[in-house]
């Protein structure tokens, strides 16, 4: 297992990954890492209210959290670049509902960027 800071970097690398004009848009969202999920088969998870759901008049709230979690990707992953492309994904996963995208969206948007990707070499 990866010291915990190590981990973090990956996390960080990611999020830096994210384009700008994503990350700008990025308000009152804190992203965690945690050791384990409290649920089996979970990467990541974002809570909160995504953008499209909230209005002017919701007021103050309390941060939106996307956590990410070492232990499953460490164990999927067979490789250092597994790791950190499972953690991309993972990110980039988890951002994509915070902007209000459901599950089978995000998973569509998935598979167009995974052949964008291919397509480029990456």
Partial sequence: MLPPAEFDRIVEAA???IPAQFRRRME???IVVEPEPA??????LYEGKP???????DGFQMPDRITIYQGPHERMAQ???ELTKSVADTVWHEIAHYF???ERRVRKAERK???RDRERGA
């Fill in 28 to 30: 009152n969202i804190a």
């Fill in 113 to 115: 960027r995974e052949r």
């Fill in 39 to 44: 649920r089996p088969g979970l990467l990541g």
């Fill in 15 to 17: 999020l830096a990954r």
């Fill in 100 to 102: 209000g995208m459901d």
């Fill in 79 to 81: 490789s250092a670049e």
């Fill in 51 to 57: 953008l499209t759901e909230r209005s002017f008049f």
